[in-house]
């Protein structure tokens, strides 16, 4: 059978404390099984974020997506990590992930370093995370590199496939999508090294633009706009995109699983809304 389907938001925006709470609430009236904050500088502050979700739900999950290794010294995430635990009743769900914002590290003075630096740094987190000694938590990894895939197979309850790269050379961050053929690569890849698990892990796509429309094209005009060498079809076609009539995009969301094992999928705040009637059309699936 396949593994049911979850659905998470992921807040992007700060605000004060009544309207993060009343936006809080909003997701669980929505239906999200997860509220998720990201780990960015001008972002919300992830912990207490998601201390003060906790405090205005009570059903949802509440997790990281993704912290950003880098920024953390391991230990010192440990004890932040066991304290939220706590104070969110035992809901949280971690993700982590090496970074990807040179300028965010330039920013605050932190080093950077080469791809292996910043996977080699993740995995001293994670093991620390694991110790036997500490407050162990639901871990989701993030990451399509193949030494990221294979930490991911060791170690994560959550496998997070990224459908988008950053812009080769780009130092804030910008991103360009994933083709569904490299997405098939990189799942069947990580799938090698995940087969000797005694649990599978489940696995989660952020998604990165959804509407449902009667025009594709209308919403998909800026990003064809940034990458012309899309057609309208090929934008459609790339994993990160559900846009179209609501049966349409409910059968993507069910491709998504059925091609990829992708159950748990994330979509950004700017997106909460738009998503709702896609989630209340798949929560029997």
């Not at 807040?11 to 929505?30: F, G, I, M, Q």
């Not at 502050?45 to 950003?68: C, I």
């Not at 909460?272 to 699936?285: K, N, Q, T, Y």
């Amino acid at each position: 059978m396949p593994r049911p389907f979850r659905f998470g938001v992921n807040l992007l925006t700060s605000a004060p404390a009544a309207e993060w709470r009343a936006k809080c609430r909003r997701a669980e009236e929505l239906g999200y099984d997860v509220i998720l904050v990201p780990d960015h500088l001008g972002m919300p502050a992830p912990f207490p974020a998601l201390v003060a979700a906790a405090g205005a739900t009570e059903r949802p999950r509440l997790g990281t997506f993704v912290l950003n290794a880098g920024f953390w010294n391991p230990v010192l995430l440990a004890r932040e990590v066991a304290t939220t635990a706590e104070l969110t009743g035992g809901r949280l769900e971690l993700g982590l992930g090496t970074g990807y914002v040179q300028a965010e590290h330039d920013r605050a003075g932190l080093p950077f370093g080469s791809p292996r630096e910043r996977v080699d740094h993740l995995r001293r987190t994670v093991e620390e995370l694991r110790k036997p000694d500490e407050y162990r938590v639901p871990l989701l990894i993030g990451g399509n590199g193949d030494r990221m895939l294979r930490l991911t197979a060791e170690h994560a309850d959550i496998a997070a496939f990224a459908g988008a790269r950053l812009v080769p050379g780009n130092t804030k961050g910008r991103l360009e999508p994933v083709a569904a053929a490299e997405l098939d690569e990189r799942v069947a890849r990580y799938a090698q090294w995940a087969a000797g698990r005694a649990e599978p892990a489940e696995r989660n796509l952020l998604l990165q633009t959804v509407a449902v429309t009667d025009d594709p094209a209308s919403v998909l005009g800026p990003l064809l706009g940034r990458q012309p060498q899309l057609t309208l079809e090929q934008a459609l076609d790339l994993p990160v995109i559900l846009v179209g009539t609501l049966e349409e995009v409910t059968g993507r969301v069910r491709g998504l699983r059925e091609r990829y094992g992708i159950s748990y999928l994330t979509v950004l705040e700017p997106y909460m809304e738009a998503f709702a009637p896609v989630l209340a059309a798949l929560s029997a699936w």
